[in-house]
């Protein structure tokens, strides 16, 4: 039972993920007031599936001074860990659900350092290599606030099981509770995944196309897979943290596509971010807020 619904869980995100990009080009399109795609299927609903076909029957090319095993395997990890995260959905008829599941999101959230650090590293190229730098220092920079943004409402229902936010959330969401909180954290998640304002990743004025400069075909789908279920699970915790997570209602998927529509909206209208702002933005700002508020939710529920 529990092998079924990984599988059924994970060809459903793949799905959701095929679309949020037929979304993207669709929104991005008409706030560049053109049509965007219309001519793959019915009003171009079956572009996502000719987009998988070519990219996996393109020429997959390798440098030659790559390393090979680590430049073809990097991808893939980067992919089985955005699809790990999703072992955390709360299902409610209780197949999958652990108590420390807010850990276990830090640890793989985590973990996708590593793969950005390997993809850039392995293809062997300067511009893949200052594209994966300025990856990993955004990432680890906005984690720190992240897992503090996140450890308030964890410290307030005293409990790190993602079920638990569904069920203290029945009376108030908790965005009225930890306005500046939710705020702080839907502009951290946009630095985490790499998404525009934040994308120095992929700043192609400078670095062409950032640290997968390098992969076509197969291992350009997958890096591309790996952040784009990174957005769909980022929209899905938000509505899980602070839109009341009713996971049991047909509100919770309009949530999570007003949240996806929210990461193209901001990538279709804001300029990318000066870097050093960037930085300035996490160390001096977010991460000073997020840790006072920690300190004050905690005396708060001491006191209580």
């Known amino acids: 039972m529990y092998l079924i619904t990984i599988f059924i869980t994970i060809l459903f995100i793949l799905i959701g993920v095929a679309f949020i990009t037929l979304l993207e080009r669709k929104v991005l399109s008409y706030i560049q007031t053109r049509k965007g795609p219309n001519k793959v299927g019915f009003l171009g609903i079956l572009q996502p599936i000719s987009d998988a076909i070519k990219l996996f029957m393109k020429e997959n090319t390798i440098p030659v001074m790559s390393n090979y095993l680590i430049y073809i395997l990097s991808p893939v990890m980067g992919l089985f860990n955005s699809l790990l995260l999703w072992s955390l959905y709360p299902f ?10 807010i850990l276990f999101f830090f640890c793989c959230s985590s973990m996708s350092v590593y793969s950005l650090m390997l993809t850039g590293w392995s293809s062997n190229s300067s ?20 897992v503090l943004i996140m450890l308030c409402p964890m410290m307030m229902i005293k409990s790190y099981n993602i079920l638990d936010l569904f069920l203290f959330q029945k009376s108030v969401w908790f965005i009225f509770l930890f306005l500046p909180l939710s705020m702080c954290w839907i502009s951290s998640a946009l630095a985490e ?66 949240l996806c529509f929210f990461f193209i ?8 971010y000066r870097y050093d702002k960037l930085m300035y933005l996490a ?4 991460l000073p807020v997020s840790l006072n508020l920690f300190i004050y939710f905690f005396f708060l529920k001491t006191m209580i």
Do not use: H
């Open 283 to 286: 160390w001096k700002s977010y």
């Open 193 to 258: 995944t790499n998404r525009s304002p934040f994308d120095f990743s992929e700043g192609e004025s400078e670095l062409v196309s950032g640290f997968n400069v390098e992969y076509s075909g197969a291992g350009f789908a997958f890096i591309f897979l790996a952040e784009y279920s990174s957005i769909l699970f980022m929209s899905m915790m938000f509505c899980l943290m602070f839109l009341g997570g009713k996971i049991d209602s047909i509100i919770f998927p309009i949530q999570v596509s007003m």
């Open 127 to 146: 511009y893949a290599m200052l594209g994966c730098i300025r990856s990993i220092a955004q990432s680890i920079s906005y984690e720190v606030s992240l």
């Open 92 to 101: 409610m008829i209780n197949c999958i659900s652990f108590n420390f599941g």
């Open 265 to 272: 909206w901001v990538r279709g209208t804001l300029p990318r």
